[in-house]
């Protein structure tokens, strides 16, 4: 199971990278100093799937510019996954990895694996730089995710990481005030948020 603020459990999953196309171990340690959102979602050549696939494709370079990779994870192979990139057209141009969790220990692991349908559930997992996982999103099966807002959850939490004593509010985006926590203030927000 997993526990916010506190380190992401280890992992080493079979990925494939197909802006190289090829097949590589993936593991915590080789995202040491980036950000990372773990994408879990059911499977290759379903529905809803690959329309979540490709809304984060078209936020990808967004991502990369707050130093945060994407790693596509379900329970499918890694040759699914390839097949499913070269077939499916609201997948192509996809740059992020892709990794497989066939057997389910890491879905398992972190307490998303459906075990009557042999599948992990939708869960977007963000991890910080030092490993320490920051936010959670898991969905029903039927509704797809929002790219852009788990790309605001990494902007927010980000920006809380390089500016120590603030805090965002509820929606905030770049450019947006943000809060310095006092007891002074409490009960007196929405002032602060009018500066």
């Known amino acids: 199971m997993f526990n916010i603020d506190q380190k992401f459990p280890s992992f080493s999953l079979e990925t494939y990278v197909p802006q190289e196309e090829k097949v590589i171990h993936m593991k915590n340690a080789d995202f040491k100093g980036k950000w990372l959102v773990l994408f879990f979602y059911p499977a290759d050549f379903t529905f809803v799937c690959p329309t979540e696939l490709a809304d ?24 699914t996954h390839r097949a499913w990139l070269e077939t499916e057209e609201l997948l192509r141009g996809v740059k992020y990895p892709m990794a497989a969790d066939h057997n389910g220990k890491l879905s398992r692991e972190l307490g998303i694996y459906d075990e009557s349908k042999g ?3 939708r869960a977007a997992f963000v991890i910080d730089p030092d490993g320490i996982l920051r936010a959670v999103d898991i969905t029903s099966d039927s509704i797809g995710r929002s790219a852009g807002e788990i790309l605001r ?11 120590p004593g603030h805090v965002c509010p509820a929606s905030w985006d770049e450019g947006m005030n943000t809060l310095k926590p006092s007891i002074k203030k409490a009960g007196k927000v929405y002032k602060e948020l009018k500066k």
């Open 56 to 79: 984060m494709k078209l936020r990808y370079p967004e991502f990369k510019k707050y130093k945060a990779e994407i790693v596509a994870v379900s329970t499918d192979t890694v040759f």
């Open 119 to 121: 599948v992990a559930e």
């Open 153 to 163: 959850k990494v902007k927010a939490l980000h920006f809380v990481r390089t500016n």
